[in-house]
């Protein structure tokens, strides 16, 4: 029996190599939520739904891409894939938002994450940035699809080319107002519990119970009412938007004077959700 007092060396080393710091922390953080909101570095049942939801996107890309070409009939815009994979991008983020942090809250890691120079902001930022990352690619490459389909048959040469190129930056561009609203909203909610399950149900229904607030407001006998009625749920106040920057047609939606109300509300909307995040893991760091 070894005596009181003695100290053996079992082997340990102390770390002499450079300290990357906040930034490299943030990184980290950020590519490993990006990586597992595709499953990727996780079990094989990680992968399944991911995916699956990107392979019908890419499939549906590809089927108009493939009549754009044949036919030169265009199905949907490149704003409208968006809005036509609403319900897709949803039952996404409600899979994945949990994984990012839901995860984290039921494990036990956060005190680990908050005991090193990472603060709060540097956590909400990163898991923040890999999600909306992880949504604008589910859009963009299948948009990009869509754009060569489109670019290799045109018969302007180059100025076809560039128009399709003129139609696709704003496309991506709305896709990642679809990445910013629904990542933010997402997160907040499964910020809010450590159980995925509950996470993901009340993330699908805070999508889809907005929804019919906006048929009944937009059936009242009033046009102010009307137009405003998009403001009450998150997709149709990103397609007004849409439609009041760009003048899209087949929104359903009335705006009037009022465009830039939907403009305010989602700038507005994203930046509460983010602030309630900071707000939230302030509290759990400083526990």
């Known amino acids: ?26 990184q980290a953080l950020y590519v490993h939520g990006l990586r597992a909101a595709y499953g990727l570095g996780r079990s094989a049942k990680a992968k399944i739904f991911p995916w699956l939801v990107f392979g019908i996107m890419l499939l549906v ?10 036919i030169g009939e265009v199905i949907f815009t490149y704003s409208q894939f968006a809005d036509q994979m609403s ?26 994450y908050f005991s090193r120079p990472l603060r709060a902001a540097d956590y909400v930022a990163a898991k923040y940035a890999a999600l909306a990352s992880a949504i604008w690619l589910l859009l963009g490459v299948p948009q990009f699809i869509m754009f060569l389909g489109a670019a290799f048959t045109t018969k302007t040469g180059f100025k076809g080319v560039w128009n399709e190129v003129l139609d696709l930056v704003p ?8 990445a910013l609203m629904f990542a933010g ?35 009242l006998p009033s046009t102010t009412a009307n137009s405003l009625a998009g403001l009450a749920s998150p997709m ?4 007004g938007i849409n439609q009041w920057v760009s003048g899209a047609e087949g929104t ?16 507005c909307l994203i930046a509460s959700c983010l602030l309630l995040l900071l707000a939230r893991y302030r509290k759990v760091a400083s526990l």
């Open 171 to 178: 496309g991506w561009g709305y896709s990642l107002l679809w």
């Open 185 to 219: 909203i997402g997160l907040l909610i499964a910020s809010l519990t450590g159980k995925q399950a509950f996470a993901a149900g009340g993330i699908v229904a805070v999508f889809l119970m907005t929804a019919p607030i906006v048929g009944v407001l937009a059936s």
């Open 236 to 239: 149709t106040l990103i397609a």
């Open 1 to 26: 029996m070894s005596e009181a007092g003695v100290i053996h060396d079992i082997g340990y080393q102390r770390y002499d190599g450079p300290r990357l710091g906040r930034f490299a922390m943030q």
């Open 61 to 70: 890309a590809v089927i108009v891409a493939a009549v754009r070409s044949t």
């Open 87 to 112: 319900f897709l991008i949803i039952f996404f983020v409600a899979i994945v938002a949990p994984q990012l942090v839901s995860r984290d809250l039921r494990s036990g890691t956060l005190p680990l």
């Open 252 to 267: 359903g939606l009335d705006l009037g004077r009022f465009g830039p109300v939907y403009a305010i509300e989602a700038f």
